[in-house]
């Protein structure tokens, strides 16, 4: 179990694990025998049952509603409608982008899908029959689909319920100098341009989201479970829209079928099923079907960018420039800090030094699902990534350049870190190169460019695609970084019982990441009490200090380093015990991993249990230290963390049908100092899965009405392990200089860095074709269209 196998022998002794490495996760005996426990696993006694009537439209106001007969249904408690809600106040609830969103229909539907009516009955088949005896009429509207007509004169206005709305702009954001950018542009001896779009994908998380509400009329208090993967912030959230004073209000995030985003905002299910355990005086249960996922919560992406590159002919890379039209869909709920409307989007300089950058994001609104959400990035930072790694690579074709040499020779070098780039972000630490040769060595690029040359002469499709990524995670410092006011600060509460076991309080929630032993591993690294006797708590807000939850790669960024903080103050405190019980004074004693002993005599000493029972015993302590060895810390982390990594994919391509087959793909990642390897392995292989699925197969579209053509998983295609290949996996470790422990968050690295490798081998391989550009998801159907000199209209 303890095994410390570095899986890549050749980076060596940098492989030094954190508090037992490679050890096997301690939540996995409950997951792989069916034990885990969640949110539809909850029953409470006298428990009702939720189901949303949804809109059938995208656009259309709503005339009346009858519910007369769905009322007289068997079982049926409660039928509620917007104008119920609007009754209490709790038609519209805030969202974590500073608009508003309905939470039934009052007024108008602005997408398909969206809740209309609510349904409580005793069990779920009563409330899902119930709903079909509901009658709606609507007075279609045309809708607004394409978000490259959202703003023509006469386009229908989705958001007339704001006040003065005219248009469908929702904002204009830039970052970078617009005059240095242009003239250094206007002076490059080459300019290439691309329109790139990252289309609307779906973070699509196995479990679906639902909740269980359990609200006392007597006490007045409300205890929700929920799958989400922000409980506090939603306490806060509920209580400022419900008026339930928040110590009354507890948020239970129990075992997560995978968050990847989708679970960050607040739905309006979860809302209803508050409102119909207030009105029914019974618990309410609420989960969604898979459809529902797919057509009402948050998307991604969906993002149309114009890329330009200016550069000098022999390949040095001058600026950077853009503007995007970002689609938010009906309402703003899109979840990022709020200085950021396009989230961390301006890190699209990637990872090269450049003389300057200049970009500019368009929000609008469409007849689509609100959301924009992070879907395993950091803000925005897969469609910055992809953009500049696009980008890198059409150019390296227009110059005749090798990619991976117009890579190397463009690089932020090891010594300018830390690297202010030009849209205003501090890189904390990076060694690019070493990390690039070394997926080139375990790729064998000469050996494959050889190969590829070769096929090429004899028509076959082999395409070599390189992607180089800089993340920018662990939001954020309070200074600069907030949701809904809200500062990213999180806590970390440390007790150790008297027989020496713990217990770490985080504020963050797991969703599959494996919190609950790497941040033991931590402690145990830091204490010296092995991990098997540390329990980690989160996910319940009666239990855990107050956090803005996980996302973005921001708990070992951030809540790791407020554990490892915690401990290092248990650890100073129990020198003071250990000094009080050895009756020496606590500068005379040096730690060694899990005790304290006497300076010059080894064998005088405490462990760390022992300390724990003298701290909750009867010897005397010194001025200040109390009875306990416990402790408490809220970390505001000075700046973000800044991992990186070299992919390198090789794809074959079926001249026939266009069929694209990822033969190969080699992921170097750096997330600085690694807590367990087999952890982030684990993380790795699941984020190039999901960005193989995004070049290749995803994508959330509609039809001119407005019809969502990605409702089920027979039509929004994820992949299985039978789309992807065997993982090549290696690293370099480059920690970070401001975190306690030298970590770099790492769970969206893959996703953000995947995509663009796929996409770059796949117009690799089709460059004889004269195919500059795809857009994904590179199907057959549009592979073998590119391979025509055929391109779909915008
Ligand atoms: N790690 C280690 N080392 C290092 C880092 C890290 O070991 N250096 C590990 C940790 O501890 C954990 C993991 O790994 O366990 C991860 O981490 P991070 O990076 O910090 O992250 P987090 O915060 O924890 O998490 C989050 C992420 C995200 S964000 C996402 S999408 C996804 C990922 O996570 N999701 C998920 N992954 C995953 N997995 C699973 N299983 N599931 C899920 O759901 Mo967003 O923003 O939300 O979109």
Redesign the pocket.
């Known amino acids: 179990i303890l095994e410390d196998r570095p899986s890549n022998p050749a980076a060596g002794d940098h492989d030094r694990p954190i508090g037992h490495g490679r050890m096997q996760r301690k939540e996995d005996p409950r997951f792989v025998r069916g034990k885990g426990h969640y949110v539809d696993d909850i029953v409470l006694p006298g428990m009702l049952h939720g189901a949303i009537l949804r809109a059938p439209v995208a656009h259309a106001r709503l005339v009346s509603i009858d519910t007369t007969a769905a009322l007289a249904h068997p079982g049926v408690h409660a039928v509620i409608t917007g104008t119920d809600l609007q009754a209490l106040g709790l038609a519209w609830a805030p969202t974590l982008s500073m608009d508003v969103q309905a939470v039934l229909v009052t007024d108008k539907v602005r997408f398909q899908g969206q809740e209309v009516a609510f349904v409580v009955a005793d069990d779920r088949y009563a409330a899902r029959d119930a709903l079909e005896l509901i009658q709606v009429e609507y007075d279609v509207l045309p809708p607004v689909v394409d978000a490259r007509k959202a703003m023509d004169p006469g386009a229908p206005v989705i958001r007339d319920d704001l006040e003065g709305r005219t248009d469908n702009h929702i904002f204009d954001w830039e970052a970078g100098n617009k005059a240095e950018t242009d003239a250094v542009f206007a002076s490059a001896d080459v300019v290439v341009k691309q329109e790139i779009v990252y289309p609307r994908v779906h ?1 699509a ?1 196995m479990e679906t989201c639902g909740a269980v509400a359990d609200f006392d009329p007597i006490d007045g208090r409300l205890i929700l479970y929920e799958t989400t ?1 922000a409980p506090h912030a939603h306490r806060t959230l509920f209580a400022m829209v419900s008026g339930i004073p928040e110590h009354k209000i507890r948020v239970v995030s129990p075992d997560i079928g ?4 989708n679970k ?1 905002g607040i739905y309006p299910g979860y809302i209803l099923a508050v409102v119909g355990s207030i009105v029914t005086g019974k618990p309410v249960k609420w989960v969604e079907d898979r459809s529902e996922n797919l057509m009402s919560t948050s998307f991604a992406r969906d993002y149309i960018m114009q890329g330009e590159i200016a550069a000098t002919r022999d390949g040095k890379i001058l600026a950077l420039r853009t503007n995007v039209l970002a689609d938010h869909g009906a309402f703003n709920a899109t979840a990022q800090p709020t200085k950021y409307p396009a989230g961390f989007f301006h890190i699209f300089t990637g990872s090269y030094d450049l003389a300057a950058a200049h970009c500019t994001v368009t929000g609008v609104y469409t007849n689509k699902a609100p959301g924009g ?6 803000f925005r930072v897969t469609e910055a990534v992809y953009l500049v790694e696009r980008m890198v690579d059409i150019l390296a074709r227009k110059l005749e350049m090798d990619p991976a040499e117009l890579r190397l020779k463009n690089f932020i070098k090891k010594e300018q870190f830390p690297y202010p780039n030009k849209t205003g972000w501090e890189y904390d630490s990076g060694d690019y190169e070493p990390t690039m040769r070394l997926s080139m060595k375990m790729a064998g690029y000469d050996e494959l460019r050889r190969e590829q040359k070769e096929k090429r002469e004899r028509g076959e499709l082999m395409g070599i695609g390189i992607s180089f990524f800089t993340e920018t ?1 662990g939001a954020g410092p309070r200074k600069d970084m907030d949701i809904l006011g809200l500062g990213m600060a999180d806590g970390a509460e440390l007790r150790i019982h008297p027989t020496g076991k713990a217990v770490v309080r985080i504020s ?1 929630q ?6 609950e ?3 033991a591993q931590i402690v145990a690294e830091e204490i010296g009490i092995p991990p098997e006797d540390i329990d980690v708590v989160h996910g319940d807000t009666d239990q855990t200090p107050f956090g803005l939850g ?8 951030v809540s ?1 380093a407020a554990v490892a903080l915690v401990a290092r103050k248990v650890r100073e405190k129990a020198r003071f015990i250990a000094a009080a019980m050895l009756e020496t004074r606590p500068e005379d004693l040096e730690w060694e991993k899990g005790r304290w002993f006497v300076k010059g005599d080894p064998s005088v000493g405490k462990t760390m249990a022992e300390i724990a029972m003298g701290a909750h015993g009867t010897v005397a302590l010194p001025e200040g230290i109390d009875g306990n060895l416990d402790a408490e810390v809220t970390y505001d982390p000075p700046n973000l963390t800044f991992p990186f990594g070299a992919y390198i994919c090789v794809v074959d391509i079926d001249p026939g049908t266009g069929h694209v087959k990822v033969r190969r793909f080699i992921a170097v990642d750096d ?6 390897p087999m ?2 392995e684990g ?1 790795i292989h ?2 190039l899965t999901d960005g193989v699925g995004m070049a290749l197969m995803e994508i959330i579209e509609f039809d001119a009405e407005g019809n969502c053509l990605g409702g089920s998983l027979m039509d929004y295609l994820i992949p299985t392990a039978m789309e992807v290949p065997d993982w090549e996996t290696g690293f370099t470790v480059t920690p970070s200089p401001h975190h306690p422990i030298g ?6 690295s893959a996703t953000v860095g995947s995509p663009p490798a796929v996409v770059n081998a796949v117009v690799d391989a089709l460059a004889p074709f004269g195919v500059v550009h795809m857009d994904m998801p590179c199907t057959p159907s549009r592979v073998w269209e590119a391979m025509q000199g055929r391109t779909r209209p915008p």
Not at 671 to 676: D, E, H, P, S, V
Request: charged letters at 10%.
């Open positions: 973070p998380p993967q995978g968050g990847f985003g960050v959400v992070a879907y395993a990035c950091s995670v963050v797991s969703q599959g990441q494996g919190h032993t790497t941040f996980t996302y973005g790669s921001r708990s070992t960024p790791g997330c600085g100092t690694r807590i367990n952890i982030i993380q699941g984020g970590a770099k968050g790492v769970g969206e």
